[in-house]
């Protein structure tokens, strides 16, 4: 199960960020060790340290010292968000929560000894490990790219310097330019996540460069908010956007990122910025912690623990859930549900029934809001939906204004619940 280090990741040192909180760890209280510190991660951290009160010692493993949401990073794209609105550090979790807060990769997980190994040395022991690293790409999934070509085409699907760069080539196109995005096949990250992208590049280049065209191959027959997508498109981007769905053959493409060509069904086009958003895969220490089957983590609904592994729990996207989509929200509230069972298997807390809940807003052009949520349960078999709601198609313009700003309050939340 160990990795060697430098295939992993190259040369990264470790580094502890808040020194207040010491790498060593009290005698005899329980340890829990969380993995990425993300939108599952932080939140189960911070939850734990801060409900615990000092009675369990949480370390929060995250390689990067700044986390860039992908949510709202279609917004950065839009022009509606500064890089800097949607960049997070981790000092309110090691100097309010007492958070052991390490930056560094988790490169292997020896479940024997319960120890996590970090890439800079040295390992961290756990009781209960919580690991929520989010996607990696499943190789070969779109013919002609791989990762060592994510700067000639994009795929920002993990926020930070690829969103910049995407950015840039958007700004950069030539007059009556071509856009073109690969879509990705279900599951993935953020249902509407590449529709909401669609739009915001569309809200871009209507403005700065109206006779460009926005390309769209996709392997799938329909997509999250569809109709809703469809008819923004048309009202606010009339003839700019071209979908190809799974029927006309949009699942069989192959790029050149050299030649910068995109073919579909096998015609080829020259196109001046290509996003691959590739079919996706639980991050790669929860296959290397053995808590994968196929491209993702199995979970009891419950708890969020590991079908794999009673101490081991998978939250946020790696995880195989039920029916919650791959989503921030989701990945928050799976967090709080696991973080009141892992104080509760170490403390003998009180755990309550888990509920989860999730809503994706997506942003189509200004003021024009739209969202899917639904409630959910744990069963035996998964989390299962309960009941949901959807943004309808010819809403009142101010009902989606106020759906735009619920989603900026939303942001505000969910961050806050992060980190602190
Ligand atoms: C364009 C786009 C738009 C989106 N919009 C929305 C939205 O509007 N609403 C919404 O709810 N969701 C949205 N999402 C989805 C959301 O970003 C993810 O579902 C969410 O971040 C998942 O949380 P996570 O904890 O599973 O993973 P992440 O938030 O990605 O966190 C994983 C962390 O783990 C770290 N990590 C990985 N491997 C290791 C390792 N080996 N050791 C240590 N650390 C590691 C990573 O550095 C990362 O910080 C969007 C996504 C995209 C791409």
Redo the contacts with the bound molecule.
Sequence with gaps: MTLNRRTFLGTTGAVVAGLSAPMVLAQGKPRVVV???????ATAARYIAKDSKGEIDVTL????RT?Y??????LYLGGFQELSDIAHSYGKLAADYGINVVH????SVDRDTKTVALAGGGSVPYDKLIL????DFVDGAVEGWDVSAQNKMPH????GSQTELLKAQIMAMPEGGTFAMVAPPNPY??PP?PY??VSMVAHVLKANNPTAKIIVADPKPKFSKMSLFQEGWANHYEGMVDWVGEDFGGGNVSVNPDAMTVAIDGEETKVDVCNVIPAMKA???AEMAGVTDGNWAPVNAADMSSKANPDIYV????SQQGDMP??????NSQAKVCANAVRGALTGSKVFPAKFS?T???LIDADDGVKVGATYEATQEKIAKVDGFISQTGEDANLRKATYEESLGWYAGITSDMFG
């Design positions: 993995v990425g510190g993300g939108a599952g991660g493993i995250e390689p990067t986390y949401t992908c949510f709202f990073s279609n560094d990769w988790a490169v929520s690293p989010g996607i920002a699907y993990k926020a990250r953020c996540g909401e992208r991050g790669r220490i939250l946020g996207d790696a791959k989503s921030g929200f989701s990945a999730n994706c807003w997506s």
